[in-house]
Nanobody, 116 residues
Framework: VQLVESGGGLVQPGGSLRLSCLAS????????MSWYRQAPGKERELVAD????????NYADSVNGRFTISRDNAKNTVYLQMNSLKPEDTAVYYC??????????WGKGTLVTVSS
């Protein structure tokens, strides 16, 4: 299993970014996918997740209405569209899934910095 995030960078407050996570090594369409983030000095937290079949989504209260998670099963990719970014969104963002036995898999992360 390999998860590779991309799309992070420096953005001004109020700006937007779209993160991508390219998955390989497993049948992507069968697994729920999640985005987590970890800010400096803080614990890793769930940002959003999306189911495998219905595509139902769930968001942390802090990002609800500003972030959108989506997936393209044909491209083995999950996305996180982030709008109206705030300085408190600054963090390393990680792609995550759980294997058939509940084994967690993580990407290496992509850094998002929101600053003027």
């Amino acid at each position: 299993v390999q998860l590779v995030e991309s799309g992070g960078g420096l953005v001004q407050p109020g700006g937007s970014l779209r993160l991508s996570c390219l998955a390989s090594g497993f049948t992507f369409s069968r697994y729920a996918m999640s985005w987590y983030r970890q800010a400096p000095g803080k614990e890793r937290e769930l940002v959003a997740d999306i189911t495998s079949t219905s595509g139902s989504t769930n968001y942390a209260d802090s990002v609800n209405g500003r972030f959108t998670i989506s997936r393209d099963n044909a491209k083995n990719t999950v996305y996180l569209q982030m709008n109206s970014l705030k300085p408190e969104d600054t963090a390393v963002y990680y792609c995550h899934t759980k294997g058939i036995w509940g084994t967690p898999y993580w990407g290496k992360g992509t850094l998002v910095t929101v600053s003027s």
